[in-house]
């Protein structure tokens, strides 16, 4: 009885403790919605005051834009209203301009009516005179024939030869000083082009000879060279095509032989041989050949070194071959490579001066000479041969052009080609540059003088100045001084076209007049 009574007290407190916590709950919870409702409608009067606020703001600010506006606009049609009335003023002005011009307008038209009325009076005047004028032209020309005792066309036929002798004379007298002018002018150009060129690349030269000397330490060694019945100078002759000349010379071998080449490779081998001490025909041999196998290297080292100076790349590998063999090559006793590194110095400064590409000039320059470099078993002229050759290797078309025209096998396609057959003659005729033989000097002379000869009206010819300049004597009877200056430019021209030389020949025509009286 006890438990069930205590079963109802706790189920009678629980019941007490649910209420009492449920009504607690509720009246908590309709504070706090009667806090947030009051919170929601402070922030709803914040934000409609703020909302106030942004809005007068903002109708201020629209205020203001409106009268900035307003003031611009105004600015503007004040602006353009001033430009209306400018405008209106020099319309009004240009009105008052036209009428003037065309009041001027009218008086000129009617003093221009005035004028033509003049003229044609005077035209009418000239016309009766003109006629006047036939008449007594007639009358006098009637008088002439009588008086003269010639026709008019004898008349005409006479004065036409008196024109044609006084044209003739006077043209003469005006092409030669024509030319003197041109000739003056011409001469201080070049000279200006060739001496900046020349100075620029001055370069020394070598005369190359046919010998080579090697001195030896004493000489016994040069029972060692010949050896055994001499098989040893011939085996060292048959392997380098070199003839060896141990003669009573102390202690010197002489190497003698056409190609430089060959001599260059004989001239180490024997070197290296002596060196090393042991010389027999295996021996000589052996190191003959290791000697051509390190020139040709050293020839293409040599071939690239050119390139580099001169400020060319880009050629092929054969072409750069050939370039090195210059340097053991020789013409007129002037090594080939310097005098084509010379030539092309002087091409490319004188076509820089032209406003030509001077890199063309340059190449066809250096490689003008190449053909000289080919085998001899491969005929034909040296330009032909190296036009081919440039052709073959892809060398630009004005290069091989140059080539091949330097000595006018060819005709020249391009200015570059003159630029370097004038700068191949300045180089092979500056002063001991080159050897000539007597003989072929010689022969050179007479036929300069033969040919000056050749012409109507000359006297006598001497070739002078070592071939470098002409003096004709001329018949002052057959000849005056225009026809003198003509025969000085016919003699030039008959010696470019028949005759091969370095550098130019001066042609000077003399003309003399003598007249002698005796006093008794």
């Known amino acids: 009885m006890e438990t069930i009574l205590l079963i109802i007290a706790v189920a009678v407190i629980g019941g007490i403790s649910f209420f009492a916590g449920w009504f607690l709950n509720a009246r908590s919870g309709q504070n706090k919605i009667a806090s947030a409702e009051e919170r929601a ?13 942004l809005k007068k703001e903002k109708l201020l600010e629209a205020k203001d834009e409106w009268y900035k506006r307003k003031k611009e606009f105004e600015s503007e049609v004040q602006s353009k209203r001033n430009k209306l009335q400018a405008f209106e003023k020099q319309l009004i002005s240009r009105e008052e301009n036209v009428d003037r011009k065309l009041d001027l307008l009218s008086k000129k038209e009617s003093s221009l009516q005035t004028i033509d009325r003049e003229l044609n009076e005077r035209k009418k005047r000239l016309d009766e005179r003109e006629k006047e004028l036939e008449r007594l032209v007639e009358e006098e020309n009637g008088r002439l024939e009588r008086i003269s005792g010639f026709s008019r066309d004898e008349a005409k036929k006479h004065l036409v030869e008196n024109l044609i002798e006084t044209v003739k004379t006077e043209s003469a007298q005006m092409l030669k000083g024509i030319r003197d002018k041109t000739k003056e002018e011409a001469r201080r150009e070049a000279q200006k082009i060739i001496v900046q060129a020349i100075q620029r690349t001055a370069a020394d030269h070598t005369v190359e000879t046919t010998v080579s000397v090697l001195n030896l330490e004493s000489d016994e060694l040069k029972g060692r060279i010949i050896g055994r019945e001499g098989r040893n100078i011939r085996a060292f002759e048959a392997a380098t095509g070199v003839d060896v000349i141990v003669d009573d010379t102390p202690e010197a071998v002489i190497l003698s032989g056409f190609d430089p080449f060959r001599r260059e ?34 020839v293409k080292r040599t071939g690239e070194n050119a390139l580099l100076e001169v400020g060319l790349h880009g050629a092929h590998p054969e072409i750069v071959k050939h370039i090195g063999r210059m340097k053991y090559r020789s013409s ?21 001066e032209l406003r030509l590409d001077a890199n063309l000039a340059k190449r066809g320059g250096l490689l003008h000479d190449i053909g000289k ?18 052709k073959k290797y892809n060398e630009h078309a004005i290069v091989s052009n140059a080539v091949g025209a330097h000595h006018e096998d060819i005709p020249m396609e391009h200015p570059i080609a003159a630029l370097v057959q004038a700068a191949d003659a300045i180089s092979g005729a500056r002063p001991g540059a080159r050897r000539e033989s007597v003989e072929g000097y010689v022969k050179r002379l007479e036929k300069l003088e033969s040919l000056a000869k050749s012409f109507n009206g000359v006297l006598n010819t001497y070739a002078i100045q070592a071939g470098r300049e002409v003096r004709v004597i001329a018949n002052h009877d057959i000849l005056d001084d225009a026809a003198a ?4 430019h016919d003699i030039a021209n008959k010696i470019q076209q028949e005759m091969e030389y370095p550098g130019q020949i001066k042609v000077t025509v003399i003309r003399e007049v003598r007249s002698v009286a005796y006093a008794k």
Request: aromatic letters at 4%; one cysteine or more.
């Open 265 to 298: 490779v004989a001239r180490i081998a024997l070197e290296r041989l002596i060196a090393d001490g042991r010389i027999h025909p295996a021996r000589i041999e052996e190191v003959v050949e290791k000697v051509k196998q390190e020139l040709e290297e050293e």
């Open 332 to 352: 007129y006793g002037q090594n080939l490579l310097q005098h084509s590194i010379e030539t092309a110095f002087l091409a490319g400064i004188m076509a820089s």
């Open 41 to 53: 409608r402070r922030i709803i009067e914040d934000a409609e005051k703020e909302a106030n606020n």
């Open 485 to 488: 200056d003509q025969l000085s």
């Open 373 to 390: 470099t080919v085998d001899k078993s491969v005929e034909g002229p040296h330009a032909l041969i190296g036009y081919e050759l440039c």
